[in-house]
């Protein structure tokens, strides 16, 4: 599926779902992704209007389909992390690059490259491919 999502609102949905062992409110968002917290500020409004972020009381987590769209980057990541790391790249190096192209990926093909390399079961860096 593809999600019309920016770079920016990627490295949101990211930071909220390997943050969420704690409440994330609108300044610890801003201070992760190194932002200014009136551009914080814009970021969770146009991913709530997305309805993939909620906020409540100030805290601010991903909806069941902010979810669905972290599993799906992440497995376009780690899926395309293999490919270049399967080409001779260094893996914190393809970690890298693919953090600028995983978000822009639709799941039918990264379902067929995932296919392609034998449906491995996890990463270079020993983390799952797909994400339960």
């Known amino acids: ?6 770079r920016k609102e990627r ?4 930071a909220l779902h390997e943050n969420s062992g704690f409440p994330i409110r609108l300044f610890n968002i801003a201070d992760i992704l190194k932002i200014k917290a009136p551009t914080a500020f814009e970021l969770v409004k146009r991913l709530e209007s997305k309805n ?3 906020k409540t009381n100030g805290v601010i987590s991903l909806t069941p389909y902010g979810n669905s769209i972290y599993s799906e980057i992440i497995m376009a990541h780690r899926t395309l992390e293999l490919i270049l790391t399967r080409s001779g790249v260094n893996s914190d190096k393809a970690c890298e690059q693919i953090e600028k192209i995983d978000y822009l990926m639709d799941d039918s093909s990264v379902q067929k490259l995932f296919k392609s390399l034998g449906q491995p079961q996890t990463c270079p860096h020993g ?6």
């Open 1 to 6: 599926m593809e999600y019309n999502i920016t």
């Open 11 to 14: 490295d949101c949905i990211v």
């Open 52 to 54: 993939i972020i909620s």
């Open 127 to 132: 983390k799952p491919v797909k994400l339960s």
